[in-house]
């Protein structure tokens, strides 16, 4: 099998040998082509005449395809990232940053550090030690979950199964399916697959607002928080860095913010916001389940929100 490894095998190993060394020392400065992987920048061998650069028209037709991946209930984790390792790279690794499908990978990396399923993984080492009982990636009671709802032209519709939602100008559309949580056959998703409450979500980030333990040590969470991609934009976010899992305020002034520097935020397609302001002892989460208008950098709600709390 090893004779026979596949560009996606290398990939994969690659990933998981760069984990192992990230988990060793995250302590110490690291290496920015080590780092890629959880700032969400891919990491993988850049060959300039396999990955060419491509057409703003190309690129809005692989983000289209690429949506589909997580609400595609028949794959599998593993296939589901072999079709993401059969895309060429936006950019060369280092050069540039964009959220993406990558989160997706991560999940796969746990898989292969801790030799337990994503679910099994994120139990053992988040949901059950933080008592998170409404955190998971299936809902086993229909009844408990919230209808899921799309923005429409005068008010919200509900959402559809396998519902096309447009999202930012020039991204097309993403592929959306709410009946997703309901199958237990279907991949976990480390970007896209879970569903939870507003409360245990609050639990999470004020565990790590305090410095994160059960789950994790003081310098994990600090090594999170900080800003991990120097100078680099994140696009529609000026005034925003990003660390080893959300975005990270350096400039209220530039991101047109009350929130203090170094204020953590982040959402979901569904219609989640939330952020965590440390220098004011405040977490603040929002579950709307409005694609896209609830979700932080998607509509109006989260800011607007935002600026009628630190009015008070």
């Not at 009350?258 to 002892?281: C, I, K, L, Q």
Request: glycine share 8%; net charge negative; proline share 5%.
């Amino acid at each position: 099998m090893i004779g026979e490894a596949t560009l996606a095998d290398a990939i994969l190993d690659r990933i998981v040998h760069n984990a192992h060394r990230i988990t060793n020392a995250l302590d110490r400065r690291r290496n920015r082509r080590n780092q890629s992987l959880l700032t969400a920048t891919r990491q993988a061998e850049f060959d300039r005449t396999r990955c060419p650069r491509l057409s703003e028209t190309r690129v809005r037709e692989l983000l289209k395809w690429l949506s589909r991946f997580t609400e595609i209930r028949s794959l599998t984790l593993e296939k589901n990232i072999r079709r993401l390792a059969s895309v060429p790279l936006l950019f060369e690794p280092g050069t540039a940053w964009n959220y993406s499908l990558s989160i997706d990978v991560v999940g796969a990396v746990i898989e292969k550090v801790t030799g337990a399923s994503l679910v099994e993984a994120v139990q053992a080492l988040v949901t059950q030690p933080l008592n998170l009982a409404d955190t998971g990636f299936t809902v086993n009671d229909p009844e408990r979950l919230a209808i899921a709802y799309a923005d429409s032209q005068r008010r919200p519709r509900r959402m559809e199964e396998d519902d096309l939602i447009p999202t930012m100008p020039g991204l097309g559309e993403v592929a959306m399916s709410p009946a997703r949580t309901f199958d237990k056959d279907a991949f976990p998703s480390g970007g896209a697959g879970m569903v939870g409450t507003a409360g245990d979500t609050v639990r999470l980030l004020e565990t790590l607002r305090l410095g994160g333990e059960p789950i994790l040590s003081s310098e994990s969470v600090r090594d999170m928080s900080s800003n991990q991609i120097g100078a680099l934009p994140v696009v529609g976010w000026p005034g925003w860095g990003h660390g080893l899992d959300f975005s990270v305020l350096l400039d209220p002034t530039i991101a047109g913010t009350p929130e203090s520097e170094g204020t953590w935020r982040w959402g979901g397609a569904y219609g989640r916001s939330w952020f965590a302001d440390p220098s004011e002892e405040l977490t603040v989460v929002a579950f709307t389940n409005t694609a896209f208008e609830g979700m932080s950098g998607g509509g109006r709600f989260p800011q607007d929100t935002c600026r009628a709390i630190y009015s008070r």
